[in-house]
């Protein structure tokens, strides 16, 4: 494959504890090794949409690069949701988790993943829109999904590849890969360019 051959002898290092982002980099085929950040993920008050992942996605990769080598190259995401004029990230407890998936019930939102590329001589920076419109949820799917499933390590509150991704999600626009964390197609095509 075009894209093996051109990483042969990189390094490719996934800065990301998401167990998410680490199943999908691995369905593309691509060797890699995880390390975890330790990275306050605190964004200035004036940013909006996809300016917030973009910010955090270059935080990471600053702190990543850090002790960088020459044969490496740094993969960094965020991931953020989008609803109105207002951003939620991941929730601080299960009672933020429920008022967001009721935010989010019969409404359309954005899922909005940015990525970092970094190597010891340059960096780029990228950015995927996926919209998701949910159906209606009723306040016994959500504490349902709230006290079974994992919500707080997701921004939103939600993975679509989880229950209240099979039962709420009525349709979505773009790249579902986006949603669960890192668009693969685009990742894929950037590292064939980067």
Request: hydrophobic share 40%; no cysteine; net charge negative.
């Amino acid at each position: 494959m075009q894209l093996l051959k051109k990483l042969a002898g990189t390094e490719i290092i996934l800065a990301s504890g998401s167990p998410r982002r680490q199943e999908l980099l691995n369905g593309l085929g691509i060797p890699f090794r995880v390390m975890k950040l330790d990275v306050e993920e605190q964004f200035p008050d004036k940013l909006q949409r996809e300016s917030i992942p973009l910010f955090l996605a270059r935080l990471k990769a600053e702190e990543a690069k850090k002790n960088i080598q020459d044969n490496q190259l740094i993969i960094t995401a965020d991931t953020v949701v989008w609803l109105g004029d207002h951003v939620l990230n991941k929730p601080a407890d299960l009672q933020e988790a429920r008022w967001m998936l009721n935010r989010l019930s019969g409404k359309t939102h954005e899922v909005i993943t940015a990525v970092s590329l970094t190597s010891s001589k340059k960096s780029l920076s990228f950015y995927v829109v996926t919209e998701v419109v949910f159906r209606n949820l009723s306040e016994d799917e959500i504490m349902y999904y709230t006290e079974t499933y994992k919500p707080l390590d997701k921004a939103g509150a939600y993975g679509i590849q989880e229950w209240i991704g099979l039962v709420g999600v009525e349709r979505i626009e773009g790249s579902y890969f986006n949603v669960m964390g890192l668009p693969t197609k685009e990742l894929f095509e950037e590292l064939l360019a980067f």
